[in-house]
C-alpha cells in the first residue's frame, strides 16, 4: 500500500534541516574568536557568550547578560531578555578600552558596554564601521577597501581617505575576483565590491593582485522578473572554458600605504582560471620581511612555492613539485594550503608525492632537508607548530580502521617522536590559536555531538566546554545514520557511507532507497562526524519515510591519492557511479528492509551531474533523480575544475565530461532545477540536456520525457528560494519513489544557516 505523507511529516522533515536542527542543539558548535595574544578566547553557546582562559583553567560568561540586557533595555527603548540578546558584530579587545569593553550592533545602532562598570553607550564619533570586504590593520589603524576597482585606505577615525591604485580600468583591476561564479551572485547575496588583500604584520602594506579579464568571452544571463517589475535584464559575465586560448591572468602588487608606492611582482601575468590562488600568498617575518607565494600551473600539474620581495617585487622560486595528476597544497579544496614558513625559514610542505599525504621539511633557499611524517596515512590539517620545541601538531586520518576518522598527532620537525595525542573512536575536528600553545578538541561520531574540550600539548584536559544533548533532536524524531563499510565495484577496494533509517522504521516494511550525492573530488561526501556541509537534507528524507544512503566512491579525496586519482581523467566518474550502484545492492542484501527496485537520486552542483548521469547510464537501477544546478556539459564548464581534475579534453575524452550522450537511455523520472541567474553552473547546461532528450524522444522507441524546473532571480544556491527547491525535491520523491500525491505543505523561507553548515570542517 501506498505510503500516504500529511502535513506533519512534511514539518517534522523541516525541522530536521540545517537551521532548524542548530535550535535543537544550540551548543553543538563551538566556533572561537581568538585573542590578540592567542591565550584567552570566546565563542557562542547557544545565546550565551562565553569567555575561555586556557592558563588558568576557567571557562566563564564573557560579560553579565543579565546586567547588559537590563542597561540595554533602558538606553534603547526596545525590550531585551539575556537569553535573546540582538548582538551582531560583536567585538572584544577594543583597541583603547579596558579590557571588559565591549562592542556590537544592536537595533542599528553602535554600542559599547562596560561590564566593570555596568554601562551601555552608544558608540559616536568613531568613524565608520569596517563593512563587508572591507579589511583593518593588525593595528586596527587603518582599514582597506575597493572602490572602482581600485584600492583604498582610510583611517579607523574616518579623518584619511585615498587611493593606493589609480588605474584600474574595466575589467583590469585591484583586490577582486574572476567575474565567473562571482559578478552576478556576490550582489545578489548583498555583498559589495569585495576587496582580497592581506596586510603586512606592521599594518604599512598590502598585498592583492591586478586581474585581467579583457579579452575573455562573455556569457549572458537574462533576469526575468527583476524585483522592480521593469523589463528584462541581461547580465553579461567574462567566462572562458575549458581549452579556451584566452584566460584571465593575474599580477601579485605590494601597496605601500605610507609612501602609497605600488611594486610590481616580476615575472609577469599569471595564467588564473580559479579564485583559490588569489589567497595563498602570506607575509612572513617579524615585520613583514617577505611574502611567500603559492603558484599552480593551468593544468593542475605543477606547484611552486615563490619567495616574493615586498620593496623590489623580484620572485624566486624555492620549490618546485610536479606529478603526472594534480599537485595540491592540502587535502581539498576548499581547506588553506599546509604550509607552514617557520621563524627560520625552514619550510614545512605538504606533498603526496608518495602516494599519501604527508609533511616534509626544507631549508629556506628550497633545499630538502628531510620528511617528517610517512606512512600509509595522511595528514589532514596542520594545528600548531612549537618552533622552541621543535614540535608539530596535526590532525591524521587512516590511523583508524575508518580511514576518515581524524586524530590528533604530534611529531618532531626532524620526523622523530611520533605520538597520537588521541586513540579513541571519535572524530577530532581540532584547532589551535595562531600563536598556537593549547588545541581545541571538538569530538564526535554520527551519532555524538561534538564533545569540545581544551587541551594541552601532551592531550590533558585543561577546560570541559561543552557536552551536547541530543535529546531535544530524538524528541523530533531524529536518529543517526548507520556508519558502514561495504566493497567498491571493482571487488577489492572498501568504501565508507552512512546509512540513514525512515522515521517510525519497521523492519517487516520495505521502504524505497534515495542516494544523497555529491561525488567531486573536491570533498567527500560521507563524514564520520556529527555534522557537515549536507547535514539536514538526508534526515529531512528520512522523515519522509526514505533510506538515505550518502557514499565516497573511488575518485574521492581523504584517502591515498591513488584513490582519488580514480576520478582523473574521467571526471564523469562513471566508476563511481558503479560503486554507489554496487553499495546499495550489498546494503539490500544486509537489509531486506530496503527496496532496491525503487531507488531514487539528488544532488546538488557536482551531485546535479551525478545524478542525471545515474539515470542516463543505469536506468535498470535508479528510476527517480531530482538534479539541482548540474554542470551536464564540463566542456562549458570553469576551465579550472575541468583541466585540474580531469586533464585535457579529446575526442575520446569528452563523453565523460557530458550527459547529452546518454539521453536515449532515459526511462525513470528526472526533474531538472536550475537557478535563472547562476554565474557558476550556467542554466545552459540544463538547457542542453532538455534539448538532447528531446532529439532523443524522436528516435527513442519509449517516451523519453524530462521535467524542468527554473528558479527566478537565483545564482547557484538558490539562497532567498532555496525553501522552495527543497519542497520540490521532496515532493517529486515522494511522487514517483512513493507513489502517491505530496500533502498541500510550504516550507518557510530558511533562517540564516549555521557557522559549521556554512562554513563546513575540513
Not at 576518522?405 to 584547532?431: P, S, W, Y
Not at 532567498?720 to 525535491?729: D, E, I, L, S
Request: a negative charge.
Amino acid at each position: 500500500m501506498p505510503v500516504r505523507l500529511t502535513d506533519a511529516d512534511y514539518a517534522r522533515a523541516e525541522q530536521m534541516l540545517a537551521p532548524y536542527r542548530a535550535r535543537l542543539i544550540p551548543d553543538a558548535a563551538v566556533v572561537p574568536q581568538w585573542s590578540a595574544d592567542g591565550s584567552p578566547f570566546r565563542y557562542r553557546s547557544g545565546t550565551r557568550h562565553v569567555l575561555v582562559d586556557p592558563a588558568t583553567g576557567s571557562r566563564r560568561d564573557a560579560f553579565d547578560h543579565e546586567r547588559l540586557a537590563a542597561a540595554l533595555s533602558e538606553v534603547s527603548g526596545h525590550a531585551v531578555v539575556a537569553d535573546d540578546l540582538p548582538l551582531t558584530s560583536v567585538e572584544f579587545e577594543v583597541p583603547d578600552r579596558e579590557p571588559d569593553v565591549v562592542r556590537f550592533s544592536a537595533f542599528d545602532t553602535g554600542w559599547e558596554w562596560s561590564d566593570r562598570a555596568g554601562t551601555c553607550t552608544p558608540v559616536e564619533d568613531e568613524g565608520p564601521p569596517v563593512g563587508p570586504g572591507e579589511i583593518a590593520s593588525p593595528d586596527r589603524e587603518w582599514v582597506a577597501f575597493r572602490r572602482d576597482g581600485d584600492v583604498w585606505v582610510r583611517s579607523r577615525d574616518g579623518r584619511q581617505e585615498f587611493a593606493l591604485t589609480d588605474d584600474a580600468e574595466p575589467h583590469w583591476d585591484y583586490g577582486g575576483f574572476p567575474e565567473a561564479a562571482t559578478k552576478v551572485k556576490l550582489p545578489l547575496l548583498g555583498m559589495g565590491s569585495l576587496l582580497l588583500a592581506g596586510w603586512s604584520p606592521d599594518s604599512t602594506r598590502l598585498i592583492t593582485h591586478r586581474i585581467d579579464q579583457r579579452e575573455l568571452p562573455e556569457q549572458v544571463l537574462v533576469e526575468a522578473a527583476p524585483k522592480g517589475g521593469e523589463r528584462p535584464v541581461a547580465h553579461r559575465v567574462r567566462y572562458p572554458m575549458p581549452g579556451d586560448e584566452a584566460q584571465a591572468t593575474m599580477t601579485w602588487h605590494i601597496l605601500d600605504v605610507g609612501t602609497r608606492r605600488n611594486v610590481t611582482a616580476s615575472g609577469g601575468p599569471e595564467v588564473l582560471t580559479s579564485p583559490y590562488p588569489l589567497s595563498r600568498r602570506w607575509w612572513t617575518g617579524k615585520n613583514g620581511d617577505a611574502v611567500h607565494v603559492l603558484h599552480q600551473s593551468r593544468d593542475g600539474r605543477t606547484l611552486q612555492l615563490r619567495r616574493l620581495d615586498p620593496g623590489t617585487g623580484s620572485m624566486t622560486t624555492l620549490i618546485t613539485e610536479t606529478a603526472r595528476t594534480r599537485v595540491d597544497p592540502s587535502p581539498y579544496l576548499h581547506v588553506p594550503p599546509l604550509l607552514r614558513v617557520l621563524d627560520s625559514g625552514e619550510i614545512l610542505w605538504w606533498s603526496q608525492r608518495d602516494g599519501w599525504g604527508h609533511l616534509y621539511r626544507y631549508a629556506a633557499g628550497g633545499e630538502l632537508l628531510g620528511r617528517v611524517t610517512g606512512g600509509q596515512w595522511l595528514v589532514r590539517r596542520v594545528l600548531w607548530v612549537d618552533q622552541d620545541r621543535r614540535q608539530v601538531w596535526f590532525l591524521a586520518c587512516g590511523l583508524h580502521a575508518d580511514p576518515y576518522i581524524r586524530q590528533i598527532c604530534r611529531v618532531d620537525l626532524d620526523g622523530g617522536g611520533f605520538v597520537r595525542i588521541t586513540d579513541d573512536d571519535l572524530d577530532h575536528d581540532a584547532l589551535a590559536p595562531p600563536l598556537g600553545g593549547y588545541l581545541l578538541d571538538r569530538a564526535s561520531t554520527v551519532d555524538v555531538a561534538p564533545r569540545a574540550r581544551v587541551l594541552g600539548g601532551d592531550g590533558e584536559v585543561l577546560v570541559e566546554l561543552e557536552d551536547p544533548d541530543t535529546a531535544a533532536l530524538e524528541a523530533a524524531g531524529w536518529t543517526p545514520p548507520e556508519r558502514f563499510r561495504t566493497t567498491a565495484a571493482d571487488g577489492r577496494t572498501p568504501i565508507y557511507g552512512l546509512l540513514w533509517r525512515p522515521h517510525g522504521f519497521d523492519p517487516a516494511r520495505r521502504y524505497p532507497v534515495v542516494d544523497h550525492v555529491y561525488p567531486g573530488p573536491n570533498i567527500h561526501r560521507a563524514s564520520p562526524a556529527f555534522g557537515d556541509l549536507f547535514t539536514g537534507e538526508p534526515e529531512a528524507l528520512a522523515a519522509l519515510g526514505f533510506a538515505v544512503v550518502a557514499l565516497d566512491g573511488r575518485g574521492t579525496p581523504g584517502r591515498s591519492q591513488a584513490f582519488l586519482d580514480h576520478s582523473y581523467g574521467d571526471l564523469g566518474m562513471a566508476a563511481a557511479l558503479d560503486d554507489h550502484v554496487a553499495a546499495i545492492r550489498e546494503l539490500g542484501r544486509r537489509h531486506p528492509w530496503l527496496d532496491t527496485d525503487r531507488v531514487g537520486i539528488t544532488g546538488h552542483s557536482g551531485g546535479g551531474f551525478f545524478t542525471a548521469r545515474a539515470l542516463l547510464t543505469h536506468p535498470e537501477f535508479f528510476s527517480v533523480g531530482v538534479a539541482q544546478a548540474g554542470p551536464h556539459d564540463f566542456s562549458i564548464y570553469l576551465p579550472f575544475w575541468v583541466e585540474q581534475n580531469h586533464g585535457e579534453i579529446t575526442e575520446s575524452t569528452r563523453p565523460k565530461l557530458v550527459n547529452t550522450p546518454h539521453t536515449g537511455n532515459l526511462r525513470g523520472k528526472l526533474l531538472l532545477i536550475d537557478g535563472e541567474l547562476d554565474d557558476n553552473v550556467l542554466p545552459h547546461h540544463s538547457m542542453r540536456l532538455v534539448d538532447a532528450l528531446i532529439d532523443a524522444d524522436a528516435d527513442a522507441d519509449a517516451d523519453v520525457d524530462v521535467d524542468m524546473l527554473v528558479i527566478p532571480g537565483v545564482e547557484h544556491n538558490f539562497t532567498g528560494r532555496f525553501h522552495y527547491v527543497t519542497r520540490r525535491t521532496w515532493d517529486y520523491l515522494v511522487r514517483h519513489l512513493h507513489g502517491t500525491e505530496p500533502p498541500a505543505y510550504s516550507l518557510a523561507p530558511f533562517p540564516k544557516m549555521p557557522d559549521w553548515a556554512v562554513n563546513p570542517s575540513d
